[in-house]
């Protein structure tokens, strides 16, 4: 048998080495486009590879993805990240939970995760091709013919495809899995910061709130966590996490759009209310500027207050109603103008790819055509930040690779 992986990602590997222990005697062959392979590996986790996420059950684990998570059930109970954890422990690569769960190699270097792979795949007698770049498939009788871009390559057959090649940031790079067939969604950015070229929060460039809760203006979409303010805007893990749920949506606004913050991590503006009436009982003559509530970064307190038209040099007592609704609306439902994104790192990731109705997500094969599979980002999966993008990697890449 023979087996060309197209791709030669995180995906791509974890399938060649499952194909190769299943299947010793089969000629398996990865062919990359790049000059050198994992490069998007090398570089996740900022060159640490947050391989996955510790998160205690499947369901916890399916709710990461914004699209393809309900799909990804039964396939994590095929290979889930405990097993992920597992098969790299077993092959050598030592590894260390974070408080977040992010899963790292105990090394804190994504080149323990690289040399594993090409250790195994040497090991095993995996080929591995760079430099070439395959611009279409032919489905023939005994089989799929693979024409190269190079033309001095010649097409070349095989038994069984595995197409890995990762997230296409345009539609026209996935016209040639359209014409075999296969549905495709249409491909938008996930995963990105909001530029916020109009606002002056933009000077308190460095501050993080620890717990902010974040929706985009006139929507259900929403995300909580970790907010970071930037000298272009807002990053951080809730931004994140906002992006990718809501990412088509922002693509149809062509990224103007208006966010709220929630600053105090709390929707309930009564409970906020009555804890600003509580420090006026307790703390009467203390001056606004001195007395921060729920712990908010002083520089940012400081904003809010000018923001809010209160005079810094005003007490607690001096506040009034119409004061006190004032801060209480902007801790919890201030506004801020988006207008742009930036990717976030170097780690460019799409949603859509091949629609996951034209996958047998029981195999990963193609529902149209047999022998043909699929796994990674090709596909219309995505996840937040965490390690969950790469778990989806190795999970249809184990899954593929079993070649049933």
């Not at 969604?185 to 070229?197: A, H, Q």
């Not at 600053?263 to 500027?289: D, F, M």
Request: hydrophobic share 40%; glycine share 8%.
């Amino acid at each position: 048998m023979r087996v060309a992986i197209i791709g030669g990602g995180a995906a791509g590997f974890f399938a060649a080495i499952t194909a190769k222990e299943k299947y010793p005697d089969a000629q398996i062959i990865i062919f990359e486009k790049a000059k050198s392979v994992l490069s998007k590996v090398r570089i996740s986790g900022g060159g640490r590879c947050n391989l996955t996420n510790a998160v205690d059950t499947i369901d916890e684990l399916c709710k990461a993805y914004p699209r393809g998570g309900k799909k990804l059930k039964n396939a994590f109970h095929a290979f889930s990240n405990k097993d992920c954890m597992a098969w790299f422990e077993a092959r050598g690569v030592p590894l260390t939970i974070q408080d977040d769960l992010c899963v790292f190699p105990t090394s804190q270097d994504s080149k323990s995760v690289i040399d594993c792979f090409l250790n195994e795949t040497s090991k095993l007698g995996v080929g591995i091709e760079t430099g070439k770049e395959v611009n279409s498939i032919f489905r023939q009788q005994d089989g799929y013919d693979l024409l190269f871009d190079d033309e001095k390559t010649k097409s070349v057959t095989f038994d069984k495809v595995i197409v890995t090649t990762g997230g296409s940031p345009k539609r026209n790079g996935l016209v040639w899995l359209e014409n075999l067939g296969h549905k495709i969604e249409n491909p938008v950015p996930s995963l990105f910061t909001f530029n916020m070229p109009g606002e002056t929060i933009n000077q308190l460039m460095g501050i993080v709130v620890e717990n902010a809760i974040l929706s985009v203006q006139g929507t259900k979409f929403k995300a909580s966590g970790p907010l970071l303010i930037t000298h272009w805007g807002m990053s951080g893990p809730a931004v994140l996490k906002l992006s990718s749920f809501a990412a088509r949506h922002l693509s149809e606004m062509q990224y103007n759009f208006a966010i709220q913050v929630n600053w105090v991590n709390e929707e309930n503006q009564e409970l906020v209310l009555n804890a600003l009436h509580n420090i006026i009982k307790e703390h009467p003559s203390r001056v606004l500027t001195n007395f921060r509530p729920f712990d908010l970064p002083s520089r940012l307190w400081l904003y809010l207050l000018e923001k809010s038209e209160i005079p810094h040099g005003k007490r607690w007592n001096e506040l009034g109603k119409k004061g006190l609704n004032k801060l209480v609306n902007l801790l919890t439902n201030d506004s801020y103008a988006v207008k742009g994104k930036t990717t976030f790192r170097d780690e460019y990731v799409t949603c859509g790819g091949v629609s996951l109705e034209s996958i047998d997500m029981k195999t990963m094969q193609s529902k149209s055509c047999e022998g043909l599979y699929f796994a990674g980002e090709i596909m219309d999966i995505d996840a937040i930040t965490g390690g969950f993008n790469l778990q989806a990697a190795w999970t249809t890449g184990y899954i593929a690779g079993l070649l049933t």
